[in-house]
C-alpha cells in the first residue's frame, strides 16, 4: 500500500484555526446574571439618587388624594438647582423633628426589603406627605370671614382636593414663613399634624426647604387610581410676597 501524504496546511487555514483556539468561551449563565443583577443595582441606586423614587403614604392625611398604603413616586429634579418646592405641591419631605413617632419612623423590619429599600426598590418610610401652601416670605392665615385660607392676601378655592364638607382648618393661625422655610398641611385637614401642630416646636412649625426630597408626580397603586399629580390651579393666583405688599 502506498502512504498519503497529508495535504500541508495554507497560511489561511493557519489564521483560522489560531482563531478559534483563540476564541473566548461565552461566559456562563450564573456569571451573566450576576452581572445584570449588578447594573441593576448600579442603575436603581443613581435613579433613586438623582432621579424617582418610590413612597408609600402612611396614614390618612392626604385624603381624598391618597389613601394609607398608597404607592407613590417622586421625582427630584424640579428642585435641582435652583428650583425650589412651590405652593400646591405635594411634597416628600424627612422629619423636622418631633414630627414623626419612633414607630413611622423605624421603615421596613424585614430585612431584604430594608436593603430594596437604601437601593430605591422598595417604598421608603420614615418620611412625611403634605401639600405646600406657603413658601418663604409669605404671610399665610385662617381664616378670612368665610372661612377660607389666605396667602398673601389671596383666598384660596380648596373644594377641588379637600375632602368634601371639610373646613380648610379647625384650627386659627396667622403666620410670615422665613426665608428658606415652607408652610405645609395635609389635604385632609382635620386628621393631619402638620405645620399648624408644631409651632410650639424648635421649628416653629416650619419645614426648612432642604428637607424636601421631592415632588410627588404620580400614584402609581393601586392600578386602579393610577394618575399623574398636578398643582391645583388656585396657587396660580397667589400674588408673590413682594407684590402682596406693594
Excluded at 432621579?51 to 385624603?63: D, G, H, K, L
Excluded at 429599600?117 to 406657603?134: C, D, Q, S, T
Aim: overall charge negative; glycine content about 10%.
Amino acid at each position: 500500500m502506498t502512504d498519503v501524504d497529508e495535504a500541508a496546511p495554507t497560511p489561511a487555514g493557519r489564521r483560522r484555526g489560531r482563531k478559534q483556539a483563540g476564541a473566548k468561551k461565552p461566559m456562563p449563565l450564573w456569571q451573566e446574571t450576576i452581572l445584570l443583577l449588578a447594573l441593576a443595582l448600579v442603575l436603581a441606586i443613581v435613579i433613586k439618587s438623582l432621579f424617582v423614587q418610590a413612597f408609600y403614604i402612611p396614614s390618612p392625611s392626604m385624603e381624598p388624594q391618597f389613601v394609607e398604603n398608597d404607592r407613590i413616586l417622586v421625582q427630584k429634579v424640579s428642585y435641582w438647582g435652583s428650583g425650589t418646592p412651590q405652593r400646591g405641591d405635594i411634597v416628600v419631605f424627612e422629619d423636622p423633628g418631633g414630627w414623626l413617632d419612633p414607630a413611622d419612623s423605624a421603615g421596613p423590619t424585614n430585612p431584604v426589603a430594608k436593603v430594596l429599600e437604601r437601593v430605591g426598590l422598595y417604598p421608603a418610610g420614615g418620611h412625611l406627605v403634605k401639600r405646600v401652601m406657603a413658601v418663604g416670605g409669605d404671610h399665610i392665615v385662617c381664616c378670612d370671614s368665610r372661612g377660607r385660607i389666605t396667602v398673601n392676601d389671596r383666598a384660596l378655592d380648596e373644594t377641588g382636593y379637600l375632602p368634601k364638607g371639610m373646613d380648610p382648618s379647625d384650627m386659627t393661625f396667622d403666620k410670615t414663613v422665613p426665608a428658606g422655610d415652607l408652610w405645609v398641611m395635609g389635604d385632609n385637614r382635620s386628621f393631619s399634624a402638620d405645620s399648624r401642630y408644631h409651632t410650639g416646636g424648635a421649628g416653629g412649625g416650619f419645614v426648612d426647604q432642604d428637607l424636601v426630597v421631592g415632588r410627588v408626580f404620580a400614584l402609581i397603586w393601586p392600578w386602579g387610581r393610577a394618575e399623574l399629580i398636578h398643582r391645583p390651579a388656585t396657587f396660580a393666583d397667589v400674588p408673590d410676597a413682594k407684590s402682596a405688599t406693594d
